[in-house]
C-alpha cells in the first residue's frame, strides 16, 4: 500500500461562497479530479466529468504536426 502525500494550496485573495471567509480556500487534486474545500466551513467543490467535458467541448484553433 502506497501513501501518496496531496499536495494543497491556498488560493490568495478567494473568498468561500458559502461562508465568506477570505484567504480560507484551498486547492487540491486527487485522483485526477480537481477539489476546492474552505477551511472554515464544510463547503466542497469538486469538478465533475460535465464540467470537463463541457470545457472539452471548445473550438479548435490548429493541431500541432511536428516533422
Known amino acids: 500500500m502506497t501513501n501518496t502525500k496531496i499536495k494543497k494550496r491556498f488560493v490568495a485573495g478567494a473568498k468561500c461562497p458559502k461562508c465568506s471567509a477570505k484567504d480560507s480556500i484551498l486547492l487540491y487534486k486527487e485522483n ?3 477539489t476546492v474545500e474552505c477551511t472554515e466551513c464544510d463547503y466542497r ?5 460535465e464540467k470537463v467535458t463541457e470545457k472539452a467541448t471548445g473550438a479548435v484553433i490548429g493541431v500541432f ?3
Open 45 to 49: 467543490e469538486q469538478q465533475t466529468n
Open 32 to 34: 485526477g479530479i480537481e
Open 65 to 67: 504536426k511536428p516533422d
